[in-house]
Every structure is written in C-alpha cells, then in structure tokens.
C-alpha cells in the first residue's frame, strides 16, 4: 500500500451512506481506506467496504484489542481478508485509558498485551492455533498486521512484531523519531529493510475561510488534547505548556477554555488547515520524513461529516 488513504466512520451517517463514501474514494483514486473504531465495529465495516469495493487497500484504523478475545478478532479478520481478496489490513491497538474505564476495562500493562495478542492472531494466521480441538482456519490471502503507535516503545514492538505502523497527529519530526525507532528494532531482529510499511494519519479542516478553519480545529483537537497518549505527543513536541492548558480545561470540564488552549502553532504541527493549497504544501513535510501512505483524516468544518469527507476527497484526489 503507497500513496494516500482516507479514513471513514459511519459518523452521523447511515452504513450505506458510510458504504456509499468509499466507493465514492475508491473512483476517486485514493490508495486505501481506513476504518477508525469508536461508536461502530471496525471490523463489521470493513466486511462492508470489501463486499462494495473492488480495488482499494480496507484497514481498520483501528481495532481495539481490549474489546475482542483475540482468537474471534483473527477469525473475523480472516472473514473480512476472503472478502477483500487480498486487500485488507489489520490495524491493532490498545485504545485510550480513560475510554477503557469509563466501559470498567482495567487496561493494565498495554504493551504487554498487545504483544500476547498479536501472538495469537499470529497463530491462528499461520495454521497454528486450535480452539475446542478444531484447528483455525488459515486465510486465503495473508494478513499484515499493523500497531497504532502513539509511543515510541510501542514503535519499537512494531519492529519485532508488526508489518506496519500506524501513526496519527503527531508532527513530521516526531513521525520519523517513530519510523527510525522502528525499523532500528527490525533490523536488530533480522529483518530486512523495508520489511515495515510507514503510515501517518493527519487531521484535516479543510477550508476556504482560514479562520473558520482554526476555530473548527481548536475545537477537534482539544479533544485529543484532553487524552493522556495524546496530551504527551503534545508536550514532547514542544507544546508543553497549551497541553498542560487543555488538560487542566478537561478536568475543569470546560470545552471552551480547552479549544482556547489550541494555539494555532500546535494545531498546524499536528494538522492541516485551511485552504487546500495550504494543506497540500504542509503535506509535502511529511513526505520528506519518511511517510508511505498518508491518511487523511477528514473533520467538518461548518458542515455534516459526508460533506466533509467529499470536500477533502475532491480536494486530495489530484494528488494520487
């Protein structure tokens, strides 16, 4: 999978509306399309989108290993990869404490289990795991597994573990500080160069009017902001003190004081904002260090999700 993606979530519109939109990025061109995990089941829309579609990569962006035994998460993995014949990608990850808690999920040691998970779904890719003394099926077509990586030291599990890496709002200098943690623990482990696809997922606020464009995105990153993994890419990227500022609004529960605490200059180094001309230059940083697939992640701006989506589609498509 090369060049660029775009994220979709049955947000605010129904599963064939949602179905609807990636084709819609299939025809337009885009390299994949990447399926985040909130309100919906990842997995559940990307059989969807590989049953619409004929071409384009499908990746979970991404599953949240703590709601999914991870022998049932493989076998639906292998469901949905016989579907897409060949086109789908498994992207794991460890979802945010506070989420977890407030389900009554003790996330406990992240890294740990994510590594005895993806274990596992090794081994029932592989043939190897047997379940009531049925051996698991083994899939038509591999199965690459990508880590959402906020942490470096998640990264570096990728390198051992991982096919892929699945980065999301962090500036391009902190994007290859991840790939080179990377790959270093790959090459330490034998494999060989290139063996890990880079993928970096970037918000966008697409808009003609700059301004609206900063104020919408005060407003979608303040929430990041507001969660620990991502408060702390904040503050080791040289925004510590707006992050202490978003963390402490979030505590107060004041929405207003933490999108105030967004300065524009966070907000451009972890974003793209305003006109298309301007977002596509700013993408050009990302390139430079080192991104194989570039996912946008499309937010409205004064308009309804779909709209949104159509907008950046519309926008971005020139560039694949």
């Given amino acids: 999978m090369k060049g660029y993606g775009i994220t979709l979530a049955p947000r605010g ?10 084709r819609e990025v299939e025809d337009a061109g885009f390299g994949g399309v990447f399926i985040p995990e909130a309100l ?19 990746a979970t962006w991404i599953v949240n290993i703590y709601l999914r035994e991870p022998a049932l998460c493989a076998v639906a993995a292998e469901a949905v990869q016989e579907a897409a014949e060949g086109r789908f990608v498994l992207g794991l990850g460890v979802s945010h404490r506070p989420a977890l808690e407030a389900r009554g999920i003790e996330m406990g040691n992240a890294r740990v289990r994510l590594r005895h998970d993806t274990e596992v779904i090794r081994k029932a890719f592989n043939g190897e795991l047997q379940m009531f003394g049925t051996p ?29 890496l699945m980065l999301y709002m962090c500036p391009p200098e902190r994007m290859r500080k991840s790939i080179d943690a990377a790959n270093a623990v790959a090459r330490e482990h034998g494999r060989k160069p290139g063996s890990l696809t880079n993928t970096c997922g970037v918000p966008v606020f697409l808009h003609e009017d700059l301004k609206a464009a900063y104020e919408a995105a005060r407003r979608g990153l303040a929430f990041y902001g507001a969660l620990p993994f991502y408060n702390r890419i904040m503050a080791n990227s040289g925004f510590a003190e707006p992050a ?14 933490m999108a105030a605490a967004v300065t524009n200059e966070l907000a451009d180094a972890v974003a793209l904002i305003g006109p298309a001309s301007r ?21 409205a701006v004064n308009e309804d999700y779909a709209s949104g989506v159509r907008r950046v589609q519309n926008a971005f498509a020139k560039l694949n």
């Fill in 244 to 257: 202490a500022r978003i963390m402490d609004a979030s505590r107060r529960r004041d929405s207003s004081a």
């Fill in 279 to 299: 977002c596509i230059e700013r993408l050009q940083a990302y390139q430079a260090q080192g991104a194989d697939v570039l996912i946008l992640a499309p937010n």
């Fill in 13 to 22: 519109v129904s599963y064939a509306s949602f179905v609807q939109l990636a």
């Fill in 136 to 164: 698991l099926p083994k899939p038509t077509h591999p199965i690459p597994i990508y880590f959402a990586a906020l942490a470096l030291e998640t990264s570096k599990l990728a390198g051992e573990l991982a096919d892929g």
């Fill in 40 to 58: 919906n089941d990842a997995l559940l829309c990307s059989l969807s989108v590989a049953n619409a579609t004929k071409r384009i990569a499908i």
